[in-house]
């Protein structure tokens, strides 16, 4: 079943009819309220007069950002200046009909603006209101600024990473911004979660999601070779494994995978090798075996050596670029891509990784140019034509 037939089969998404007053900026929020855009809740994103941040990064068409577009893909855009008491009027109305709201500042941002969930949940006890930073909203670091290359490194993350690598002891450039993605999925389930509670209750709540913790559930293991004793096999079990023209990624993590890597390889007679025949062993002597793996592997292409591995059951994989990535049939089967429109014309963003049989997943088809929802969603809110003027003034479109 791929996502174009459910599409056509079901016209709305499993949260359609909530609302989202979307405060976030940068990667972590606004991932987590496509998601929610995505599943059919109507999203507006509240931006400052110069647009958020993103906006501005590259690539760059036609002054739109399709990186901005990825992340915001089927939201509204508010543009309102928050210092303006009009503006935190508009925000008061807004959140007496909206249903979650999202914001990821610095703590003590929205207290400020008087936008926090306690000066909020009189106007809406039933407001779902989540909290995105770097340490948690109270604590000893909370105050701290937070961005993901900043999480990763304070959440022992790229030192463990920096265990796997061979011979090295810096650590590692960040391009990738784990922390940042991974957080919002966070948000994204702990906001299903406060939903279905609400269902019961009736009551919404204040969800507070760490940026830091978040990267801590990635570590599993280091987490409690940190606690007990853990000693290392003799070089990391998972790593490129060359051939005679590039490099494949071997996983062997069962009795089943190592027999059929060693058969694949002609060396059946290890099954039995005291060196490998128990995990214990093979862990102790993990470079031995790779390196009559690769004694192997060498001799043949990656493409000869991925068909003799998959004929084997053996997990593997070529080393490929996210653009070779992109066009993997399973992807195209899957619909795992979509088309999306903005000011700069038209770009792929990927889609949610899960499917739904009764209700429909994907992102919005346009990304918002700055302020286009403004005066429409101040008139939704019954703001008259004298006041939205005023508001405009005071919050005028970049």
Not at 228 to 236: G, M, N, Q, T, V
Request: glycine fraction near 8%; charge should be neutral; charged fraction near 20%.
């Amino acid at each position: 079943m791929t996502i174009t037939e459910i599409d056509e089969r079901n016209a709305t998404g499993s949260l359609h009819g909530l609302r989202v007053l979307d405060f976030s900026t940068t990667i972590a929020g606004p991932h987590c309220t496509r998601m929610l855009a995505d599943l059919g809740a109507e999203v507006i994103k509240v931006e400052p007069t110069d647009g958020e941040t993103m906006r501005i990064r590259p690539p760059v068409r036609n002054g739109c950002s399709s990186l901005f577009g990825q992340l915001n893909a089927g939201k509204k855009s508010l543009v309102l200046d928050l210092k303006t008491p009009e503006a935190i009027e508009v925000v008061h109305r807004l959140v007496k009909g909206a249903d979650i709201l999202v914001e990821n500042f610095r703590p003590g941002v929205m207290l400020r603006l008087k936008l926090d969930y306690a000066s909020l949940r009189p106007l809406n006890p039933k407001l779902v209101y989540c909290s995105i930073s770097g340490y948690g909203q109270t604590g000893p670091s909370a105050a701290l600024p937070a961005y993901a290359p900043v999480i990763h490194a304070a959440s022992g993350y790229d030192i463990a990473h920096l265990a796997y690598q061979p011979g090295r002891n810096r650590p590692d450039y960040c391009g990738i911004y784990h922390a940042d993605v991974l957080t919002g999925v966070y948000a994204f389930g702990a906001i299903s979660a406060a939903l279905y509670q609400r269902s019961l209750t009736g009551a919404g709540q204040h969800i507070d999601v760490s940026m830091l913790e978040s990267m801590l559930t990635l570590t599993p293991t280091e987490v409690q070779a940190a606690q007990f004793e853990l000693p290392p096999p003799s070089r990391p079990m998972f790593g490129p494994v060359e051939t005679a023209d590039g490099y494949v990624m071997v996983a062997i993590a069962s009795e089943k995978t190592f027999q059929g890597l060693v058969r694949a390889a002609g060396r059946p007679e290890w099954i039995s090798d005291f060196r490998f025949a128990k995990y214990a062993d093979r862990r102790r002597h993990w470079n031995e075996l790779m390196d009559g793996v690769e004694s192997w592997s060498r001799t043949v292409t990656t493409e000869r050596c991925l068909a003799d591995l998959s004929e084997h059951g053996v997990p593997c994989s070529a080393y490929r670029t996210v653009a070779e990535a992109m066009e993997d049939p399973q992807l195209v089967h899957r619909g795992a891509l979509a088309e999306v429109e903005d000011g700069g014309g038209s770009f792929k963003v990927v889609n949610l990784p899960f499917r739904m049989s009764g209700a429909r997943v994907s992102a919005g088809k346009r990304a918002p140019a700055l302020g286009e929802h403004t005066r429409a969603v101040l008139g939704e809110a019954g703001f008259s034509q004298h006041q939205m003027a005023a508001i405009s003034e005071k919050s005028p479109p970049a």
